[in-house]
């Protein structure tokens, strides 16, 4: 089981920016897909970005072109910049780890998960 802390949320008027950090427990964190999902009041949770192992990354078109994930292997984190960001953006925001071969934006992957971090957007 891969321990995980989100950081780096808050407030922010539309078009601002957030960087959003997930520490991990884990050296074998490395070996690991990594995703951020988010779920905003009433709606279910959406998987917005993933990254593999070897750096790979991959969006959902909601966050395309202003949302960048990276990992940092060394340090065993993964972070979420966040630009442009848009009052639909306001959510609850995830990181997710899983360990298999797989890595897609497929909620049932991951079966490590951060407590998540508020993310509020004001037009």
């Known amino acids: 089981q891969v321990r995980m802390v989100e950081s780096g949320g808050g407030s922010v008027q539309s078009g601002g920016s957030l960087r959003l950090s997930c520490a991990a427990s884990e050296s074998t964190y490395s070996s690991y897909c990594m995703a951020w999902f988010r779920q905003a009041p009433g709606k279910e949770r959406e998987g917005i970005a993933y990254?593999?192992?070897?750096?790979?990354?991959n969006y959902a078109d909601s966050v395309k072109g202003r949302f960048t994930i990276s990992r940092d292997n060394a340090l065993n984190t993964l972070y979420l910049q966040m630009n442009d960001l848009k009052p639909e953006d306001t959510a609850v925001y995830y990181c997710?780890?899983?360990?298999?071969?797989?890595?897609?934006?497929?909620?049932?992957?991951?079966?490590?998960w951060g407590q998540g971090t508020q993310v509020t957007v004001s037009s």
């Open positions: 990254i593999t192992n070897l750096g790979t990354a």
């Open positions: 997710a780890a899983a360990g298999g071969t797989e890595c897609s934006l497929r909620e049932t992957l991951f079966d490590n």
